[in-house]
């Protein structure tokens, strides 16, 4: 298999296992805490001590639900068919108060499982450049310091602000909404991905020259 099929398989694996990863730890965090809020237990056994339960969160999620169940039961007065004989309601094909538990839940698990795609795959990119330029033969180390570090820290943020507004921000916009964990997770894994590589560079090294010398 050529070298260059070779690399570009890597960078691909690098590519799918980061960004699983970085999406896949803040998404579970946020599942958990969304269980934790709604007072969900996800390992209840039989017998559960509704002491334990926070009757003011649990308030909270009656008020929600009843939003929406307002307005399902408003959109079902007479009112609305006879201004519209073809008027239809959400309510008349579902349960009201089935729809609005639905619809609560729905919201809340759609929000935890897609907060974090978008980021994830710039964030999955952002490493796999990092490789490439790290990994890189015909660059020294100080030029992949600054093209593979601050290079990317100013590209991501503003992608990824676009991705969500399809509009470019200022600077202090564009940079400060960028989650946090962002600058600091791809700064730890720069770092590190950039010392392995040079010490298996002074290794190698080494070694060739050991093998020169002994003939």
């Not at 999406?23 to 958990?32: A, E, G, K, Q, S």
């Not at 990119?125 to 100013?154: D, P, R």
């Not at 969500?164 to 700064?187: A, E, N």
Request: proline share 3%; net charge positive; glycine share 4%.
């Amino acid at each position: 298999m050529k070298p260059i099929l070779k690399k570009m398989l890597r960078a691909l694996l690098i590519f799918v296992i980061s960004a699983i990863i970085i999406y896949l730890v803040p998404t579970l965090i946020n599942f958990n805490n969304w269980c934790k809020e709604n007072q969900l237990n996800l390992f209840m056994s039989d017998y559960y001590d509704i002491r334990n339960i926070d009757s003011n969160k649990i308030q909270n999620i009656g008020d929600s639900v009843s939003t929406y169940l307002e307005v399902l039961e408003n959109s079902l007065d007479k009112t609305n068919y006879e201004q519209d004989s073809n008027y239809h309601s959400l309510a008349e094909y579902f349960n009201p108060l089935g729809f609005s538990v639905w619809s609560y839940m729905q919201e809340g698990l759609n929000r935890i499982f897609t907060q974090y795609i978008v980021i994830s795959i710039l964030s999955g990119i952002a490493i796999v450049i990092a490789y490439i330029i790290i990994t890189s033969k015909k660059m020294n180390n100080i030029l992949k310091f600054f093209i593979g570090y601050f290079g990317i820290m100013l590209i991501i943020p503003p992608i990824y602000m676009y991705c969500f507004t399809y509009r470019f921000w200022d600077i202090f916009q564009t940079y400060s909404t960028t989650p946090k964990w962002f600058y600091i997770g791809y700064t730890a894994i720069f770092i590190l991905m950039y010392v392995v590589n040079y010490k298996i560079g002074v290794k190698m090294s080494r070694e060739l020259n050991q093998a020169i010398n002994k003939k």
